[in-house]
């Protein structure tokens, strides 16, 4: 087979093999090749003919293998600009540059998001322009080497803000008391939530379990408008479905690992990091709490406490 050599070399492989084989002076052979000496050094010095590989040496990176896969699902899920992605990965690997993260997204073909068709779906609008007040609930089963976990997430599509707990069952009575434990951090007052039409969400008190309390109940007690519709059709459905399958990934590759309460508090730090320190371009550059906290200067009343304050994640 023909072999290919640069566009701009001087020698050819033939010319190569001769040098390595000759005893004669640099300079001799430079002349007689019309070359440099220092091209003919080089190639008296190398034991084979082919060009060298120009560029980064392939597979160097500061990611490791269950680092990389897990940057790779981060963007794949979320579907966030790099700079997103970077402000979002470097918790993990504080090493982690740029440029590195570019390469790893284009290994991987994912450096370009796709481009979206659909101009009114749920990603291209601007949710920073409705009030604040809206929650999203929504819950994902985790499968790993203890069983099945169930994750439960609410979002806050306006803020971007994301509050998840792990939970070993999935009755009606997890979800009523995440949907608590939720409502008692936030700073705003929810008017409404959003959720599908899942069993925990709409199951109503049993005749044997009559005061054992569910989603509607809570929703109730806090004044909150219960908005029970298709996954497809939710607000921030998109976020929900790319965070849910973002954790569900990094609990698969074994990034989360201990008992409950540890696996939790794990769980926590990441996204207590994500809602305080990850700068998001949708929202023009803030974080999640930094948006948040300029509602509260343009609207007060829309809150029930000061969030400047505050630790945005269910566990202190």
């Given at each position: 087979?023909?072999?290919?050599?640069?566009?701009?070399?001087?020698?050819?492989?033939?010319?190569?093999?001769?040098?390595?084989?000759?005893?004669?002076?640099?300079?001799?052979?430079?002349?007689?090749?019309?070359?440099?000496?220092?091209?003919?050094?080089?190639?008296?010095?190398?034991?084979?003919?082919?060009?060298?590989?120009?560029?980064?040496?392939?597979g160097l990176t500061l990611l490791t293998s269950e680092q990389e896969?897990?940057?790779?699902?981060?963007?794949?899920?979320?579907?966030l600009p790099l700079n997103d992605c970077l402000s979002a990965l470097?918790?993990?690997?504080?090493?982690?540059?740029?440029?590195?993260?570019?390469?790893?997204?284009?290994?991987?073909?994912?450096?370009?998001?796709?481009?979206?068709?659909?101009?009114?779906?749920?990603?291209?609008?601007?949710?920073?322009?409705?009030?604040?007040?809206?929650?999203?609930?929504?819950?994902?089963?985790?499968?790993?080497?203890?069983?099945?976990?169930?994750?439960?997430?609410?979002?806050?599509?306006?803020?971007?803000?994301?509050?998840?707990?792990?939970?070993?069952?999935?009755?009606?009575?997890?979800?009523?008391?995440?949907?608590?434990?939720?409502?008692?951090?936030?700073?705003?007052?929810?008017?409404?939530?959003?959720?599908?039409?899942?069993?925990?969400?709409?199951?109503?008190?049993?005749?044997?379990?009559?005061?054992?309390?569910?989603?509607?109940?809570?929703?109730?007690?806090?004044?909150?408008?219960?908005?029970?519709?298709?996954?497809?059709?939710?607000?921030?459905?998109?976020?929900?479905?790319?965070?849910?399958?973002?954790?569900?990934?990094?609990?698969?590759?074994?990034?989360?690992?201990?008992?409950?309460?540890?696996?939790?508090?794990?769980?926590?730090?990441?996204?207590?990091?994500?809602?305080?320190?990850?700068?998001?371009?949708?929202?023009?550059?803030?974080?999640?709490?930094?948006?948040?906290?300029?509602?509260?200067?343009?609207?007060?009343?829309?809150?029930?406490?000061?969030?400047?304050?505050?630790?945005?994640?269910?566990?202190?």
């Amino acid at each position: 087979m023909k072999q290919i050599i640069h566009g701009n070399a001087r020698t050819t492989p033939a010319i190569r093999l001769a040098i390595q084989e000759s005893q004669e002076s640099l300079l001799k052979l430079a002349e007689r090749y019309n070359i440099n000496p220092k091209t003919v050094a080089k190639w008296r010095n190398r034991t084979t003919i082919t060009d060298a590989v120009m560029g980064p040496e392939p597979g160097l990176t500061l990611l490791t293998s269950e680092q990389e896969a897990f940057a790779v699902a981060f963007r794949r899920h979320t579907l966030l600009p790099l700079n997103d992605c970077l402000s979002a990965l470097q918790t993990m690997a504080p090493r982690l540059s740029r440029s590195t993260l570019h390469r790893c997204f284009q290994r991987h073909g994912i450096s370009r998001l796709p481009r979206t068709e659909n101009i009114g779906s749920p990603s291209t609008e601007k949710c920073t322009d409705y009030p604040i007040g809206f929650l999203r609930v929504d819950f994902a089963s985790i499968w790993s080497d203890k069983g099945t976990q169930h994750l439960y997430v609410a979002i806050d599509p306006v803020s971007k803000l994301i509050l998840a707990e792990l939970h070993p069952h999935s009755r009606w009575v997890s979800a009523s008391n995440f949907l608590e434990r939720v409502l008692e951090k936030l700073p705003q007052k929810v008017h409404t939530v959003f959720t599908d039409k899942s069993i925990q969400f709409t199951h109503r008190a049993l005749k044997f379990l009559p005061n054992e309390p569910n989603f509607n109940q809570v929703c109730r007690t806090y004044g909150i408008s219960h908005q029970r519709i298709p996954a497809e059709e939710c607000w921030g459905q998109d976020q929900v479905v790319n965070m849910t399958h973002t954790l569900t990934e990094a609990f698969a590759l074994s990034l989360f690992c201990g008992t409950e309460k540890e696996i939790n508090k794990q769980l926590q730090t990441v996204l207590l990091t994500y809602n305080h320190a990850t700068h998001l371009n949708v929202l023009g550059g803030l974080t999640p709490h930094g948006l948040i906290c300029t509602q509260w200067q343009n609207n007060p009343a829309a809150f029930i406490r000061d969030p400047t304050l505050l630790s945005l994640g269910l566990y202190d």
